[in-house]
């Protein structure tokens, strides 16, 4: 690759470079108006409320690459960790980075004893696919990722008492 790098768990100061990686997925999935949240909500949410955990690939001194995980909870499997998104800038593609922040990540799970690490990829996204097959994971074809918006959720509350 060239360069040093190094994956090693984000810092506050580290989130708004990891929200510009997740604008920057939206964009490359044609969706970047659907990105509502802010640093501050990174913040909040990953440090203050400890919802998700987060890695970066830091490359001589930069952020280039990250993957936000957060635990689940599956009633086959008991405890899971569910990878949200794992995101290398355009430029840093094929460097390794992606890999390096897999591994960290099945690392993480490995490490807190789960039975399952899981996420959802873009049908569309035919190289984060093959690599993931690759790697042994199984891609679940027969399963559909469903979302209920803010709309959605105003609209069923109560619906059925």
């Not at 994971?137 to 059925?160: F, L």
Request: hydrophobic share 35%; proline share 1%.
């Amino acid at each position: 690759m060239g360069k040093e790098y190094n994956i090693r768990e984000a810092k506050r100061e580290d989130m708004p470079a990891v929200l510009e990686l997740i604008k920057e997925l939206a964009e490359y999935e044609n969706a970047s108006d659907e990105v509502e949240i802010h640093v501050d909500d990174l913040e909040k949410e990953g440090f203050d409320e400890k919802n998700f955990k987060c890695f970066v690939a830091d490359v001589d001194g930069g952020i280039e690459g990250m993957a936000l995980v957060y635990f689940r909870f599956s009633t086959w499997k008991g405890r899971t960790v569910h990878l949200e998104d794992l995101i290398v800038r355009e430029r840093m593609r094929g460097s390794g980075l992606g890999g390096a922040l897999y591994n960290q990540v099945v690392q993480y799970g490995h490490e807190n004893g789960v039975r399952r690490v899981e996420w959802v990829v873009s049908e569309g996204n035919k190289n984060a696919i093959e690599f993931y097959e690759n790697t042994g994971a199984e891609i679940k074809k027969n399963w559909y990722t469903v979302h209920m918006d803010e709309h959605g959720i105003k609209k069923n509350i109560n619906k059925y008492d």
